[in-house]
Nanobody, 127 residues
């Protein structure tokens, strides 16, 4: 059974940094997306890395967030810098079959395109 587990969330001041991790048991993390959902808002796709290394960033995080992977640890990371109060949300990682990241630059990331999800990790940006 596919299980994704997010970690690394917490409370950080504006301008600070956090690194989220997405680990898996039961399968290899190949094509992984990061989503976030703030209270009262829709789930937003913010970053994606494919098995061939292509990456996608939503405009809301481009230049501040970096997605990467450690294949030896079967873990995908989301480095978040220059955090803002507007980044406060529950952050999820999710898996899907291969798709180039270029697709998401044209069409955006939709939650329904991803089949396996973790439980989420809370990120709160506040002074």
């Amino acid at each position: 059974q596919v299980q994704l587990v997010e970690s690394g969330g917490g409370l950080v001041q504006p301008g600070g940094s956090l690194r989220l991790s997405c680990a898996a048991s039961g399968f290899t993390l190949d094509n992984i997306g990061w989503f976030r959902q703030a209270p009262g808002k829709e789930r937003e796709g913010i970053s994606y890395i494919s098995s061939d290394g292509s990456t996608y960033y939503a405009n809301s995080v481009k230049g501040r967030f970096t997605i990467s992977r450690d294949n030896a640890k079967n873990t995908v990371f989301l480095q978040m810098n220059s955090l803002k109060p507007g980044d406060t949300a529950l952050y999820y990682c999710a898996a899907r079959e291969y798709r180039s990241a270029n697709y998401y630059y044209r069409f955006g990331m939709r939650p329904q395109d991803f089949g396996s999800w973790g439980q989420g990790t809370q990120v709160t940006v506040s002074s």
